[in-house]
């Protein structure tokens, strides 16, 4: 079980979740709202750093936000940044897995002497992964109409808690390599519920016109960029585009993963979270 905290900031007060030992990485997704038991992409992290999993305004018991952009990337770097000097922590590293590798991103530009090192997957650098027919997040997906029903389902809150299970399977199964896998991964120590209103502010506000190809292009600290070979959410052309465009970064493919590497080729993973490692 992970250690809970509460963080008091000139930002607010935050949740977060402490375990590992090792340098400092913080570790967070720009919609979910965690809890003791960690998460599946966070959790391997644990064996090599001193792990931070935060909880963002509006998520679990951190303060809520007294106005809708405070839901922004922008402002999640600021909160980021501020938890990090409550912490008195000079310097730590970022991870963050799909919208989380976007924050990832985001974090690079915005306060990049603030960064170790960042490492970002299921990640795309632009909109223009919603414009792939490869992503169930496309209007040409076939997939693409259920999941936006799956979306207004969980972003409601009088959506019953069985219900809501039964639409994360579903999502869940089109971000797997197979249901096998899936199931695998079901059984392991996890959190990481879907915050409603930060969802929405995301597709609705921020995606729209979420367009960082030409910013990413100045960030010069290790990115260590990963991308599943048959990921369903962000095709792994959008990960392949975010390596070539950082300077100083490393590509890694997961060639039987869909969305969910971590889960899906746990040590090959597990070899991957120890490269990022500061020599």
């Known amino acids: 079980m992970w250690e809970k905290r509460l963080i008091e900031t000139d930002r607010g007060t935050f949740e977060l979740f402490e375990k590992g030992e090792g340098e400092p990485l913080a570790v967070t997704h720009h919609y979910s709202a965690f809890n003791e038991r960690g998460n599946t992409f966070a959790n391997p992290f644990t064996k090599y750093y001193k792990v931070y999993l935060i909880n963002l305004k509006g998520a679990?018991?951190?303060?809520?936000?007294?106005d809708e952009s405070e839901y922004s990337m922008d402002a999640?770097?600021?909160?980021?940044?501020?938890?990090?000097e409550a912490l008195s922590i000079s310097k730590w590293g970022f991870a963050g897995h799909s919208?989380?590798?976007?924050l990832a991103l985001k974090y690079a530009i915005n306060r990049p002497s603030r960064l170790t090192k960042i490492v970002a997957g299921g990640a795309a650098a632009s909109y223009k992964y919603g414009q792939d027919p490869d992503s169930i997040y496309c209007s040409k997906n076939p997939n693409f109409k259920r999941i936006?029903?799956?979306m207004?389902?969980?972003?409601n809150p009088n959506t019953p808690l069985e219900v809501r299970r039964k639409l994360g399977y579903e999502w869940d199964l089109m971000s797997f390599y197979s249901e096998e896998k899936m199931l695998a991964a079901y059984k392991k120590p996890n959190s990481g519920r879907t915050v409603g209103p930060r969802l929405d502010y995301f597709r609705k506000?921020?995606?729209?016109?979420?367009?960082?190809?030409?910013?990413?292009?100045q960030i010069q600290i290790p990115s260590f960029i990963y991308t599943g070979k048959y990921d369903a959410q962000c095709p792994m052309k959008f990960g392949i585009e975010i390596a070539e465009s950082i300077v100083n970064s490393s590509l890694t493919i997961f060639e039987e993963s869909n969305h969910n590497p971590?889960?899906?080729?746990?040590e090959r993973f597990d070899e991957f979270v120890r490269k990022t490692l500061s020599s």
């Open 205 to 217: 506000v921020e995606y729209p016109t979420f367009d960082i190809r030409e910013e990413i292009k």
């Open 60 to 66: 679990g018991n951190s303060s809520e936000a007294s």
């Open 262 to 266: 971590f889960s899906e080729e746990e």
């Open 148 to 150: 936006v029903e799956i």
């Open 76 to 84: 999640a770097v600021l909160d980021l940044e501020a938890i990090r």
């Open 99 to 102: 919208a989380g590798g976007m």
């Open 152 to 155: 207004d389902k969980l972003n």
